[in-house]
């Protein structure tokens, strides 16, 4: 079974902060990806990233910047000197790479609320 | 470019009631999915589709049904609304060729059951 765990619920920071959300995963695959996607209030939902088993390079994209480390089972999302523009849920996934699995589990989500 | 749509928007039911969720997408994906959102729960896996005539469960499937007759379509019946159906409702679609496909959801359906 997979699973996705995002222990923060909500955090609050203030503009110009540095803000890291913490991604914890569980699956039995040895080949699996990962995501992020954003929700602003308007509620669409954006992808943002995604990372593969086999990739443990870190990215960076403008203001924000990913850290997977399969020792540790997770898939850190860090975004430098956060605006008001960044306040939303953030979710992490997880896809089994098995068979047919093409099942997308999401943690529970943590809402970001950048404080100008 | 269109991508994933959903209708409505907005929808009002009594317990009771029957509707179906409308899902349509122009990118030409095999897979094709329904999600609940629900406060404090992420979102949840109802049904699946990897293709035409093909459908399957997820995490949350009682009280739904899905079809998938076209590959373009995949519409989510309610079939007798409840109080506990009450939720925002995304479908999502993807190439099924590569695990790493990023999902495209539709802008959601939010739906209240009173």
């Known amino acids: 079974a997979q699973k996705v765990t995002q222990a923060q619920t909500e955090i609050s920071v203030v503009e110009k902060e540095d803000v890291t959300l913490d991604c914890v995963y569980e699956t039995r695959d040895t080949t699996y990806y990962l995501f992020w996607y954003k929700q602003p209030p308007s509620g669409e939902l954006v992808f943002l990233i995604r990372?593969?088993?086999?990739?443990?390079q870190n990215e960076i994209s403008g203001r924000y910047s990913w850290n997977f480390q399969k020792s540790t089972s997770s898939f850190n999302f860090t975004i430098t000197a956060s605006q008001v523009v960044d306040s939303a849920v953030y979710f992490c996934a997880l896809r089994g790479g098995g068979g047919s699995n093409y099942k997308l589990t999401f943690g529970k989500g943590t809402l970001l609320t950048v404080n100008p | 470019n269109a991508g994933v749509t959903q209708t409505p928007k907005f929808q009002v039911l009594k317990t009771g009631q029957s509707m179906t969720l409308q899902c349509a997408q122009d990118m030409n994906h095999e897979y094709m999915s329904w999600y609940r959102q629900d406060p404090g729960m992420g979102l949840r896996l109802i049904h699946y589709?990897?293709?035409?005539?093909?459908?399957d469960q997820g995490e949350v499937p009682n009280g739904y049904n899905v079809s998938r007759s076209t590959t373009e379509d995949f519409p989510l019946r309610l079939l007798s609304a409840a109080p506990s159906q009450t939720s925002v409702y995304f479908c999502?679609?993807?190439?099924?060729?590569?695990?790493?496909?990023?999902?495209?959801f539709g802008d959601g359906t939010r739906l209240s059951i009173l």
């Open positions: 990372r593969n088993s086999f990739d443990e």
């Open positions: 589709s990897v293709g035409a005539g093909i459908t």
């Open positions: 999502a679609s993807s190439k099924l060729r590569g695990w790493d496909q990023p999902q495209h």
